[in-house]
Nanobody
Framework: QVQLVESGGGLVQAGGSLRLSCAAS????????AGWFRQAPGKEREFVAA????????YYADSVKGRFTISKDNAKNTVYLQMNSLKPEDTAVYYC?????????????????WGQGTQVTVSS
């Protein structure tokens, strides 16, 4: 069993930055893919970014490519999402997720564990 706890959300002006953290406990991430998803009010959940824990390969949604960076800290068993040049349309609850195995995926149904979410609000 893996427990995921997100932190780092908040209110920021457009053009600003935030860094989200996702700390895992229960097991190490070593054989997992970690991902970030987001869900805005009235919209479906959407994929943001993923990272393969072994090797560090990354994968981004087109909407955040060049602005967001996903990274990891092996020692802390934590994955991060650095968000720069934030836009009002980035406003959402952001969720961390973990998928067993090594396949990079943007499909939320393939993820086995989810955090509780952290709110990100970008004002214009």
């Amino acid at each position: 069993q893996v427990q995921l706890v997100e932190s780092g959300g908040g209110l920021v002006q457009a053009g600003g930055s935030l860094r989200l953290s996702c700390a895992a406990s229960g097991r190490t991430f070593s054989s997992y893919v970690a991902g970030w998803f987001r869900q805005a009010p009235g919209k479906e959940r959407e994929f943001v970014a993923a990272i393969r824990w072994s090797g560090g390969s990354t994968y981004y949604a087109d909407s955040v490519k060049g602005r967001f960076t996903i990274s990891k800290d092996n020692a802390k068993n934590t994955v991060y999402l650095q968000m720069n040049s934030l836009k009002p349309e980035d406003t959402a609850v952001y969720y961390c997720a973990a998928a067993r195995g090594y396949t990079m995926t943007n499909n939320g149904a393939n993820y086995d564990y989810w955090g509780q979410g952290t709110q990100v609000t970008v004002s214009s």
